[in-house]
């Protein structure tokens, strides 16, 4: 008989996100999907084998999964420890992440929520629902593979420690990134985070041979690039969102949309958009170069 297959021909990598309610469970996984994790909530127990093995297959192209399983779920207590070691078994990459917090905090916290401890019931207080919920969550602790306090911590830091754990440490931490070439004629894109006007690089649509390209055409970037305002340009945005962009991690942006902007969206915008987007991907693993109004006459 083989051996249990090795995580990579398995399937995807699981991390498994539970622990106490109110210890920040959904902000953890929150910040696995804007990683590129595929994320699952409160899914039940028995359905986590088969999950794994729908992955394996290959045909969805998951590789990293997240899913928060917990009391909430009521078989979550039996169930849970079988299907871990079921999945280890068939090979998959598992790790149990545990969260919890001190008992003052998760009942500030749920009273500040107004929500209902899933414990808490008629004739049990909040603070019974707290102390019964550690007690039962005592075998899945044992479980664990990191323990997380998140007493002290705010949400930015909870969002740090989880990435720093499970997602490389290339900018793939940071936002996901948009750059998008536009034409002031067509109006700024509304969508925008940060917006560069680049109407004072020399126009190629003056030159009669070039008018009818686009930023696309190594013509027009032969005829940018001549010019060193064009790489200056380039050089202080590099240098600009350099800074930016460690900063905007650091605060938990999932998403950025820089747009770049000439007059008619078709020629300056659209080459200075592609050289930022290479210069990017060399640092960020999640980069997208759009150009709006490049078909427009």
Do not use: W
Not at 30 to 51: H, M, R, S, Y
């Amino acid at each position: 008989m083989s051996g249990p297959e090795s995580p990579t021909s398995a399937g995807a990598r699981f991390v498994f996100i539970t622990g106490q309610s109110g210890s920040g469970k959904t902000l953890a996984m929150k910040a696995l999907e804007d990683a590129g994790f595929f994320c699952v909530d409160n899914l039940p127990a028995k359905l986590i084998v088969p999950f794994g093995e729908l992955t394996a297959k290959g045909g969805e192209n998951i590789d990293r999964v997240a899913i928060v399983t917990d009391i909430r779920e009521r078989g979550f207590l039996k169930d849970f420890p079988e299907a871990h070691q079921r999945l280890h078994e068939r090979g998959f990459a598992t790790t149990v992440v545990f969260l919890l917090a001190q008992d003052d905090v998760l009942v500030r916290r749920f009273s500040e929520s107004r929500r209902p401890h899933p414990l808490q019931s008629e004739g049990i207080s909040l603070e019974e629902a707290v102390e019964a919920e550690q007690l039962q969550l005592a075998p899945i602790r044992k479980l664990a593979d990191r323990i997380v306090d998140t007493s002290d911590l705010t949400v930015h830091e909870l969002r740090r420690h989880i990435l720093e754990s499970f997602v490389s440490t290339r900018s793939s931490v940071g936002p996901a990134i948009q750059v998008v070439s536009f034409g002031y004629k067509f109006g700024v894109p509304t969508s925008a985070d940060l917006v560069f006007d680049v109407r004072f690089l020399p126009n190629p649509y003056f030159e009669a041979e070039l008018r009818d390209m686009t930023g696309n055409d190594p013509e027009i970037e032969a005829y940018l690039f001549d010019k060193p305002q064009t790489e200056e340009l380039l050089g202080r945005l590099d240098d600009f969102l350099g800074y930016l962009l460690p900063n905007y991690a650091t605060e938990g942006k999932s998403n950025l949309t820089i747009a770049i902007g000439c007059t008619g969206g078709k020629h300056r915008s659209v080459a200075i958009a592609n050289h930022l987007g290479v210069r990017l991907k060399k640092k960020h693993e999640r980069v997208r170069v759009t150009h709006r109004d490049v078909e427009h006459s």
